[in-house]
C-alpha cells in the first residue's frame, strides 16, 4: 500500500511533470508559431529590401555613370574657360590697345573737324568773293545773267524705264554751271551762270541771288525773272510752298533780306521808305492784286480791264515807272509784305489746261520800291526790286489748249515772244526796241533797258515727256544768257529833292 501510494504519488508528480512539459510544449509550439510567422514576414520583407535594393543598385549605377560623363564635361568647360580666359587676357589687352588708337583717332577727327571747320569759313569766304567778282565781271560785260533750275520728280511722276534727261557735267570749268540734255539719243550742252539740280535747296538758290537783291538798296533797279513751262516750278522758286518756312521762296527771303539790311543800316545814318505793288498781266490786261475794290477781281478777265482803271503805263524821264491806279502800300516790315503776298495771292487768276490743273495763265509782277535817304551824307538811292513769276511758257501744240485757254496762251506767247524781241533787240543794239509790243516788256522797259541787274531763271521740269519743252526753254535761256544789254547804273543823288518816289 504504501509502495502503492508512494507509486501513485510518483504517478501523481509524473502526471504533473508531464502536464507541466506539455504546457511547456505549447507554449513552445506557440512560440515556434510566432517565430515562423515572423520568419515568413521577414522573408517577405526581405524580397521587397532586395527588389528595393536592386533598384537603388541600377539608380546608384545610373547616377554613376551620370557623374563620371559630368564629370569629363565639367574637366572639358574647364578647359574651355582656361582657353576663354586666355582669350579674354588677350582681347583686354587688344581692347586696350583699339582703345588708345580710338582715343588717337578721336583726338585726329576733333583735329581734322577743326581744320575742316577753318577750311569750310575759308571757301564761304572764297565763294563769296567768287560771287562777288563773277557778278562783277558780269556787271562789266552787261549780260544777262541765268540760272537753270530742275525741279525734282514729284511723288506721282516716276521716270518709268525712260533714260535720265539731265546730266551735270563736272569738269573745272562747267561744274555747278553745266547742263546736258538727252534727247532721242542726242545730247545738247548748255552753260549758264549757276545750274541748280533737283536736290538745290530754296536757301542754295537764294544765297546766289542775294547779292543781286542787296544792290537793290545800293540804288540799283534789280529785275529777276522765273521762265519755264507749266509746272517746271517757277512759282515754287519765286514763292515757295505756302506755309513751309524751309520752302520759302526767293519773294519772301528777298524781302526778309531787305528788311534786315535796312535795319543795320540805320546805324550808319540810313532811312528807307519802301512801297510795295503787285500786279498781273492776264490776256495783255492788267490787274491790280491790291486793290481792296470788289469789283477787280470780278471783272478780271475782261479785256478792258475793271471799270474807271486805265492802269496805264508810262515811264518818267528818270525812269520811273507809273501805272495809274495801281495800289502802292507803304510797308515797314517782311511780315507786312507777306500779309500783301497772301492777298495777292488768292486774288491771281488761276485757270486749267491739260498740263497742270491749277497752272498760273498770267504773269506776276511784284514790284518793291526803295529810296533810302543817309542824313550824314546826304546821299539819296532809289533802288528797284522786280519779282517776276511769269506765266507757263508751254507751245500751243502741247498745252492743248482750246477757246478761252488758247486764247489765252496765245496772250502768253505774244507777251513772252516780245520779251524774247526786246532782249535781242537790245542785244543787238537795235534802233528801235519793240518794248511797247505788250504790256510786260513796256512795263519792265527800265528794268530791260540796260539800266537795271537782271537775272532770268530757267526752271525746267525732269519728266522725260517734257524734254521737248525743256529744250526750247533751255535754248532760249542760251540766247538770252549770250545777250549784252548794258551795263547797270546806280540811281543816286547827292541832294535829295523828295526821298518818295512818285507813281501815278
Ligand atoms: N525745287 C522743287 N522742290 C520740290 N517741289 C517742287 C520744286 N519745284 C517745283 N516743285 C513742285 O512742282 C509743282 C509745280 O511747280 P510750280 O507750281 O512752281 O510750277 P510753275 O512753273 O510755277 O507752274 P505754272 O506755270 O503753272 O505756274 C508744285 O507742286 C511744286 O510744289
Not at 533750275?149 to 573745272?172: C, N
Not at 519793240?434 to 504790256?439: E, G, L, V
Not at 524734254?467 to 551795263?487: K, W
Request: charged content about 25%; overall charge neutral.
Amino acid at each position: 500500500m504504501k509502495q502503492k501510494e508512494s507509486l501513485v504519488s510518483e504517478v501523481g508528480c509524473l502526471r504533473g511533470d508531464l502536464q507541466q512539459v506539455r504546457e511547456d510544449r505549447d507554449r513552445q509550439l506557440l512560440q515556434v508559431q510566432a517565430l515562423t510567422a515572423e520568419v515568413v514576414k521577414y522573408k517577405e520583407w526581405t524580397g521587397k529590401y532586395v527588389a528595393e535594393l536592386d533598384h537603388l543598385t541600377l539608380k546608384s549605377n545610373d547616377l554613376e555613370a551620370r557623374c563620371s560623363s559630368q564629370s569629363e564635361q565639367i574637366r572639358t568647360l574647364r578647359d574651355q574657360l582656361s582657353v576663354a580666359d586666355k582669350k579674354l587676357q588677350m582681347t583686354d589687352l587688344s581692347a586696350m590697345e583699339t582703345r588708345t588708337v580710338f582715343e588717337e583717332q578721336t583726338k585726329l577727327i576733333d583735329d581734322l573737324q577743326s581744320r575742316l571747320a577753318i577750311a569750310e569759313v575759308k571757301i564761304n569766304e572764297g565763294e563769296e568773293l567768287r560771287r562777288k567778282l563773277h557778278n562783277t565781271i558780269l556787271e562789266l560785260k552787261g549780260n544777262i545773267r541765268v540760272f537753270c533750275r530742275v525741279r525734282p520728280l514729284l511723288s506721282d511722276e516716276d521716270l518709268g524705264k525712260e533714260p535720265k534727261v539731265y546730266s551735270y557735267p563736272t569738269t573745272a570749268e562747267t561744274l555747278g554751271r553745266g547742263i546736258d540734255v538727252i534727247q532721242n539719243g542726242q545730247k545738247s550742252y548748255f552753260t549758264f551762270d549757276k545750274v541748280f539740280m533737283p536736290d538745290a535747296a530754296q536757301e542754295n538758290v537764294f544765297v546766289e541771288i542775294s547779292q543781286l537783291v542787296q544792290s537793290a538798296l545800293d540804288g540799283y533797279k534789280v529785275c529777276i525773272f522765273a521762265y519755264g513751262q507749266t509746272g517746271s516750278g517757277k512759282t515754287y522758286t519765286m514763292m515757295g510752298r505756302p506755309g513751309s518756312s524751309t520752302e520759302k521762296g526767293l519773294i519772301p527771303r528777298s524781302l526778309e533780306q531787305i528788311f534786315q539790311t535796312r535795319q543795320s543800316l540805320q546805324s550808319q545814318g540810313w532811312k528807307y521808305e519802301m512801297q510795295v505793288s503787285m500786279l498781273e498781266i492776264y490776256n495783255e490786261t492788267i490787274r491790280d492784286l491790291l486793290s481792296t475794290s470788289q469789283s477787280c477781281s470780278d471783272v478780271s478777265r475782261t479785256e478792258s480791264g475793271v471799270a474807271g482803271k486805265q492802269y496805264a503805263i508810262k515811264h518818267d524821264a528818270n525812269g520811273n515807272t507809273h501805272v495809274s491806279d495801281l495800289t502802292i502800300v507803304d510797308v515797314r516790315s517782311s511780315r507786312e509784305v507777306s500779309f500783301l503776298l497772301d492777298q495777292a495771292a488768292r486774288s491771281r487768276s488761276v485757270g486749267k489746261t491739260q498740263m497742270n490743273e491749277q497752272s498760273s495763265r498770267s504773269h506776276f509782277v511784284f514790284t518793291l520800291r526803295i529810296s533810302g535817304a543817309n542824313e550824314s551824307t546826304e546821299q539819296q538811292v532809289q533802288g528797284v526790286l522786280n519779282l517776276i513769276d511769269l506765266a507757263g511758257s508751254e507751245r500751243l501744240s502741247k498745252s492743248g489748249a482750246t477757246g478761252d485757254r488758247l486764247k489765252e496762251t496765245q496772250a502768253i506767247n505774244k507777251s513772252l515772244s516780245s520779251l524774247s524781241d526786246v532782249i535781242f533787240a537790245l542785244a543787238k543794239k537795235e534802233d528801235h526796241v519793240p518794248f511797247r509790243n505788250s504790256k510786260l516788256t513796256y512795263l519792265l522797259q527800265p528794268c530791260l533797258g540796260g539800266d537795271s541787274k537782271t537775272l532770268m531763271f530757267v526752271n525746267v521740269s525732269p519728266e522725260p515727256s517734257s524734254v521737248g519743252e525743256s529744250l526750247c526753254s533751255l535754248r532760249f535761256a542760251a540766247r538770252v544768257n549770250a545777250c549784252e544789254i548794258g551795263i547797270p547804273r546806280r540811281q543816286t543823288n547827292v541832294r535829295p529833292s523828295d526821298s518818295r518816289l512818285s507813281y501815278g
